[in-house]
């Protein structure tokens, strides 16, 4: 028997049935507010060849798990605030999977991607801090996962960062490093 977690998914996917609680989109906030200082502290041990080390058979290097996290975050930042000033918008997806096979995952350093993060989250914790109870039941449409309020979103959100912070952490055990 494999006991041993899915690469793909190394703190398991993303679930949360039933009342989303205060103590819980605090948690989550508080969750997302670690996230640059604890991506900088993975990856800022990180020479130019482990960058280039992939998390799994098939999946993003470490650099591109770097760059990605700020992007996804940055689209998140967005999301929230077209729900917050549009009756139900469809946003628009991306691919992801593209993103990180263009040109800047590869050229810029991973330190712009961290400073950048750190940026984007100051900005982000502070608009999701100053949510009221009505604000968080604010909803967008995705086309491929449907309706979604922002009080999910946030946990979406904080679970994507642990997510892809774990694929640095558990790669670095793995390796040694």
């Known amino acids: 028997m494999n006991t041993l977690p899915d690469p793909r998914y190394p703190i398991g996917q993303f679930e949360h049935d039933g009342v989303i609680t205060t103590e ?26 482990q960058l280039d080390v992939r998390y799994r ?12 996290v700020p992007d996804s975050h ?29 040109a800047d995952y590869r050229l810029v350093p991973v330190e712009v991607s961290l400073a950048f993060l750190e940026s984007l989250h100051v900005k982000l914790v502070a608009l999701l801090r100053a949510l009221s109870s009505d604000d ?25 960062g642990r997510h892809h912070l774990a694929h ?8 040694g490093w």
């Not at 967005?78 to 139900?88: C, H, M």
């Not at 640095?168 to 390796?175: G, K, L, V």
Request: aromatic share 10%; charged share 25%.
């Open 74 to 102: 940055l689209n998140a930042y967005v999301r929230f605030k077209w729900a917050l000033t549009e009756d139900e918008p469809t946003i628009k997806p991306y691919d992801e999977s593209l993103w990180a096979e263009l």
């Open 57 to 68: 058979d098939g999946g993003w290097t470490l650099r591109q798990v770097a760059h990605h």
């Open 24 to 49: 819980q989109t605090s948690l989550w906030i508080d969750q997302i507010e670690e996230l640059p200082s604890r991506m900088r502290a993975a990856v800022e041990q990180l020479d130019e060849n």
């Open 136 to 160: 968080l039941t604010c909803r967008y449409i995705h086309p491929e996962a449907g309706m979604l309020d922002l009080a999910r979103t946030i946990g979406i959100y904080a679970w994507h």
């Open 168 to 175: 640095i952490t558990t790669t670095a055990q793995r390796e």
